[in-house]
C-alpha cells in the first residue's frame, strides 16, 4: 500500500540529507521517482543538504500539479513508483490534496520533507495540510541544537543579526552556525542580510540568538539569574 508520510523537523535536522537517502535506497531497488522541491537554498532545480550533498530537482511553483507531472510522466512509458518532495512547507494546501490523491489513486508512495512552523512559531500552510492528510508524521530524530546546546525546537529570522518576529512568512536564507547573519545574494549592499537560526523554546521566547548572546557577553551584560548556567559558566 503507498503512503503519505510527512518527515517533518527544524531547520539543520537533516530533513534534505534524508531525502536524498531515500531516493538513492528506492533507485537502488530498481524502483522510479521522482525528485521535487521549492526555494532550496542552493537555488532553483535542486536538492542540497548542509553536509554538501546536491542533485537537481524538479523546481514547484504555484502552477504544478502534481496528478498532472505523474500522469505525463507515465503517458511517456516512464515508471514513478513514488516521489521525494523537499521543502515541503512551501507547497500549497491544493498541491498537497494533489500528492495525497497520487498516493490514493495512483499507488505512488510520496515522501515529503519540511519545516513544520515558520520563524513566528505559525504553522505554513503546506505543513499543516501534510499533518492533516499524512499516513504518518515522523519527527526526524536527529536533533538540532541552539546555542546554549539544549535541543532546538523553534526557528528564528533575523534581520542583520538581530531577531525579529515580524514580516513576510517566506524569505529564503540560511542557518548560520556561528550566529552571525547568514549572508543571501543581495542586489545593493545597503540590502538587509537575512538569516535562521535554530533556538531552544527558552531562548526563542527571550529572543537571544548565539549573535545576540556573544554581544552581551562581550559588554559584560550577563547577570547568573538572567542566562543559563551552561552560558554562565561558558563565558566566566
Not at 531516493?23 to 522541491?37: E, L
Not at 535541543?151 to 533575523?158: Q, S
Not at 513576510?168 to 549572508?183: I, L, N, R, W, Y
Amino acid at each position: 500500500m503507498a503512503e503519505l508520510i510527512f518527515f517533518s523537523g527544524t531547520m539543520d535536522c537533516g530533513k534534505s540529507t534524508l531525502a536524498l537517502q531515500m531516493d538513492h535506497n528506492h533507485k537502488a531497488r530498481g524502483r522510479g521517482g521522482v525528485r521535487f522541491s521549492r526555494n532550496d537554498r542552493a537555488g532553483a532545480s535542486v536538492i542540497s543538504s548542509r553536509l554538501g550533498l546536491q542533485t537537481d530537482a524538479v523546481e514547484v511553483d504555484d502552477t504544478t500539479d502534481f496528478w498532472d507531472e505523474v500522469v505525463r510522466r507515465r503517458t511517456k512509458g516512464l515508471r514513478v513508483d513514488y516521489l521525494i518532495c523537499d521543502e515541503a512547507q512551501f507547497y500549497s494546501p491544493v498541491q498537497v490534496d494533489q500528492l495525497a490523491r497520487v498516493v490514493d489513486e495512483m499507488d505512488v508512495d510520496v515522501f515529503a520533507f519540511g519545516i513544520t512552523s515558520d520563524f513566528r512559531t505559525k504553522l505554513f500552510p503546506g505543513s499543516q495540510r501534510l499533518v492533516e492528510l499524512a499516513d504518518r508524521v515522523q519527527v526526524l530524530q536527529v536533533e538540532a541544537l541552539c546555542w546554549c546546546g539544549r535541543r532546538a525546537t523553534h526557528n528564528a529570522r533575523t534581520v542583520d543579526g538581530i531577531m525579529v518576529v515580524e514580516g513576510e512568512q517566506v524569505v529564503v536564507g540560511d542557518v548560520a552556525m556561528d550566529g552571525t547573519p547568514s549572508e543571501e545574494p543581495v542586489l545593493e549592499t545597503t540590502a538587509p542580510v537575512v538569516g535562521y537560526e535554530t533556538l531552544c523554546r527558552r531562548h526563542y521566547m527571550r529572543r537571544v540568538t548565539a549573535h545576540g548572546a556573544n554581544l552581551m557577553a562581550s559588554r559584560d551584560q550577563l547577570l547568573p539569574f538572567d542566562v543559563d548556567a551552561c552560558l554562565w559558566r561558558g563565558t566566566h
